[in-house]
């Protein structure tokens, strides 16, 4: 099946060649990815590539799994999960903290030592595609937090509209891109991290554009973006 695969992709890159798009780059992205942390890189296969296409996917992270497995994206990005498929690759690209977002006028925003009772008071708003959902909603849970009783979102476009709009809070990671009324906050005892890892598929050839950006990402100095 490897052999195959091998074969085909081989077989996909010659014919990209001849028609002059190789510069072409499927991706695919969780829902939880900001893809402000991709610009940099991005940038610098424009500046490398001529004609350069880029594809972005969006999904769960089931879904960019699927995404790869079909061969309709060449690399994925999202939150660790788990996955047996013998033939995933993966590479951990960089680990990350969450933080309790809140709107400037919220009455939680002038505190500056927070703790679950003060969560307890507010409207959270549950990023029901984000990987860590599961764990986050046991901790609320295990720290006598509703979360049966809250506001539920499926994008973090809508998540950021609410939180403009003082509707509620939200625990977002610190890659998330935050307009300036937005303030992250620390909560005493909310110890929650993921780690972003670069996927692919061991034995499929992976265009120039594609093998490009994950030397690029995987020899990033991450504490920089």
């Not at 047996?84 to 030592?113: C, G, I, Q």
């Not at 625990?171 to 009324?181: F, G, K």
Request: a negative charge.
């Amino acid at each position: 099946k490897q052999c195959y695969d091998a074969a085909v992709g081989a077989r996909s890159l010659a014919t990209s060649f001849r028609r002059g798009d190789i510069g072409a780059l499927r991706l695919a992205l969780s829902h939880t990815i900001d893809l402000s942390t991709l610009i940099p890189f991005l940038e610098e296969l424009k500046r490398s590539f001529n004609d350069l296409e880029f594809k972005f996917l969006r999904g769960s992270a089931k879904d960019v799994m699927e995404l790869l497995k079909k061969g309709e994206a060449e690399l994925g990005i999202a939150a660790k999960m788990q996955e047996d498929w013998e033939r995933l690759e993966h590479w951990p690209l960089f680990t990350e903290a969450f933080h309790l977002v809140v709107n400037e006028k919220n009455t939680l925003a002038p505190k500056v030592s927070l703790n679950f009772e003060d969560l307890a008071r507010e409207k959270i708003l549950l990023r029901s595609y984000c990987e860590n959902n599961d764990q986050l909603t046991e901790l609320l849970r295990s720290r006598s937090i509703d979360v049966d009783h809250r506001h539920e979102v499926c994008s973090e476009r809508d998540l950021v509209k609410l939180l403009e709009a003082d509707i509620g809070i939200a625990i977002m990671p610190d890659s998330a891109l935050l307009p300036e009324q937005l303030l992250r906050k620390s909560v005493e005892g909310m110890d929650i991290n993921r780690i972003v890892t670069l996927y692919g598929i061991a034995g499929r050839q992976r265009t120039a554009v594609a093998n490009t950006i994950m030397k690029l990402l995987r020899s990033a100095d991450w504490s920089k973006h």
